[in-house]
């Protein structure tokens, strides 16, 4: 087996785990239950991010290009079309980040983890996903922490589909 898949598998396991976790997080009633739902809620994004990453190197291992130069989605298609190759995988992705799709509002989310704003200039800002909204502290009473949750739920899950749907594709090749 693949070391990617196994990787993928991997990430997408310790998203599961992190959002259990975030479950009981939310539901406790200890002091340092807002800090844990912050914790676990941004892990399940890097887990899912790294899980998106690890994808996109075991479809560069699958159409045979070097899966180690693959930083991203764009450089993926480089080295396919620098090989000659279309991937339907590739352009799925490709539709799916385009447009206003779970994919986009994933990698958004995580994105936001690694932008420090305070909760005026966040405020301020365009329409967001709830989980975007909540890493960036514009929900400091964590009053939509339920949708927070249910919403990544929902992109492990629509992941999870995509990628047992795409592996199953990718075998014909």
Request: proline fraction near 2%; charged fraction near 25%.
């Amino acid at each position: 087996m693949s070391v990617y898949i196994t990787r993928t598998n991997q990430k997408l396991y310790f998203a599961r785990l992190h959002l259990d976790q975030l479950k009981a997080a939310e539901s406790g009633s200890g002091w340092s239950k807002h800090a844990l739902i912050e914790s676990f809620n941004e892990s399940v994004l890097f887990h899912l991010t790294s899980a998106y990453q690890s994808f996109l190197c075991e479809i560069a291992e699958v159409y045979r290009v070097a899966p180690e130069k693959v930083d991203g989605l764009a450089s993926l298609g480089e080295l396919l079309d620098a090989q000659g190759l279309e991937a339907p995988e590739v352009k799925e992705l490709q539709q799916l980040r385009e447009s206003d799709s779970w994919l986009a509002k994933l990698l958004a989310a995580y994105k936001a983890c690694w932008i420090a704003e305070d909760r005026t200039h966040a405020e301020q800002g365009g329409h967001r996903s709830l989980s975007e909204i909540h890493v960036v502290q514009v929900n400091p009473d964590h009053a939509e922490d339920k949708e927070v949750i249910a919403q990544l739920e929902e992109w492990l899950d629509s992941f999870r589909g995509l990628i047992d749907r795409q592996r199953e594709s990718m075998k014909e090749w």
